[in-house]
């Protein structure tokens, strides 16, 4: 009898030895309990509780609103989904730049109270004293560098960054800034491929990169993205591998369709009681009073 597939959750130092013997690392958004655990089912090596989640889950314009408490609720439910991969959860805006006890603080509130292995923070140099703080507290921390999206007033919108040689010699200092402060892995978003490349070859940890060529140690996705769910914009880098937003429409369409033409529901989707006890209650409920 074949022993049934069973995933075993990637570690740290499994993702550093996969940057030096492959294979490339995976990593997927989620933001509910029902996706994590399809992401869960499959050989999907992370899952980032991302704050792309404002956009694609709560309806926010941008990542910026969204609160320290909503990502912990996010988290949460990520967390009860899927037992079997690495999780991340995302600092917010404003989460992390406070002050670093306020960093620490947050950063330790996803693994504590979310469930989560590991925290997420946007930025390179900048950022790098207040990522070493937090692994210092015992906290993993991956980075993002490149395109991030809570600076975008800043970088003029969603920009490929480093396009040129000085502003990419800027991305790959930032590699490296982070890789020094304890950065388990670094996410490099929309960056040229060849500059995605030098900065893996740059740096000892993973990349996982997200538009930023086919070199990086790894890959990731919004996960509505990628299922055709979120169709208010498509980034360049995004592959579209099922459009289940068209598909939903077209079934709610058809459940409307049959509810108001009587098919739906159907004999096959009732339940039933003997004749005679339906009888007995219609005489019994209008003996009552309560039907005619």
Partial sequence: METPWKKKKATIPDFLERKRSGPKITMMTAYDCAFASLVDSVDIDMILVGDSGAMTTLGYETTIPVTMEE???????????ARNTF????MPFLSYEVSVERAVENAGRFIKEAGMDAAKLE????????VQA????GIPVMGHIGLTPQSLSQLGGF??????????????????ALQDAGAFAIVVEAVPAPVGRMITEAIKVPTIGIGAGPDCDGQVLVLHDMLGLFERFTPKFVKR?????AAAREALAQFAAEVRGGSFPAPEHCYTMKAEQAEELRETLVHAGLLR
């Fill in 71 to 81: 990502m912990l609720f996010m988290a949460r439910a990520v967390s009860k989904g």
């Fill in 87 to 90: 999780l991340i959860g995302d």
């Fill in 123 to 130: 930025g390179g140099r900048r950022t790098a004293p207040v």
């Fill in 134 to 137: 937090i692994v210092r507290a």
């Fill in 159 to 176: 920009r490929v960054q480093g396009k040129d040689v000085d502003s990419a010699r800027a991305v790959v200092e930032d590699a490296l």
């Fill in 241 to 245: 591998y099922v459009s289940l937003g």
